[in-house]
């Protein structure tokens, strides 16, 4: 039972990063209609960054603050790129953001090599009900959890936040009511970018990153996304947990090597659950 219980804790801890990887799918998609192929870029760029920082000297929590901040910048340059001019589909935005991901590796080997890194995160064990967990653990779960409430607050109580809200509605009588949707739509970027680099700076002292391991994490974050259908943030926070219980519970009392596999697995069930869905009403 103890067994059970430590896998537990350490899948709802690498669930919560990819819940927010998810939520950084969703909030791009529901304004923009595109399905950005960059989201696991950003954690990785979370990653790297707050490592080079902690090694220039800059104390923790500082560093992956501005860490994050950095990638939220960089989310709003791939939203700039991706986006283009005014009208364009949202097919073109996504062949451009999947040139981007590639095109990342190449960035990320000349800066910082193709060796995978890590930085201590939190240290010492927590014990909760006789079970023993590192207190990372707590750490991305507590973070994971506020920032979740936070963007509930900011999308419904705040001018911003609704407007967001607005154009994942419908886009067409958010232009009436005079919001810029293509400004919106950079706007949700550079909000995907934050949450993509708060989960690479949380995940990063658990699980070392390289320049290719925003595969990985773009596959558990885009199957998360998958369980609300792309549009429903708390479903996607919820696919996120179970999807990471679900491959803690495999790795540990199978093998760790099928972890993709089971986010690819629940990926393509769901979708074929919500064509059969769909296909009764459309006919």
Known sequence: MTLFLQYLAAGIASGSTFALVATGFVVIYRVTGVINFAQGVFAVLGGF?????????????????????????????????????????????????????????????????????????????????????????????????????????????????????????????????????????????AVGGALGGLAGVLLTPLQPVQFDSDVGIAVNGFAAAIFGGLVRPVTAFAGGLVLGVAEAMVAGYYRSSYETAIALAVMLALMLWQASRRGPTEE
């Open 49 to 189: 960054l707050a490592y080079s920082l902690l090694h220039a000297g800059v104390a923790h929590g500082l560093a992956e603050g501005v860490a994050v901040l950095i990638t939220a910048a960089i989310g709003l340059v791939v939203g700039l790129v991706a986006l283009g001019r005014r009208g364009t589909p949202p097919l073109a935005s996504l062949i451009v953001t999947l040139g981007l991901a590639i095109f990342s590796y190449a960035v990320v080997i000349t800066v910082w090599g193709d060796l995978p890194i890590s930085y201590d995160g939190l240290s010492g064990l927590l014990a909760i009900g006789g079970v023993s967990m590192q207190r990372q653990y707590v750490l991305i779960v507590g973070a994971a959890v506020v920032t979740f409430l936070a963007l509930a607050l900011f999308f419904g109580r705040t001018y911003l936040g609704m407007a967001l809200t607005a154009c994942s509605s419908d886009q067409r009588a958010a232009r009436l009511m005079g919001i810029d949707v293509w400004r919106m739509g950079l706007l949700a970027f």
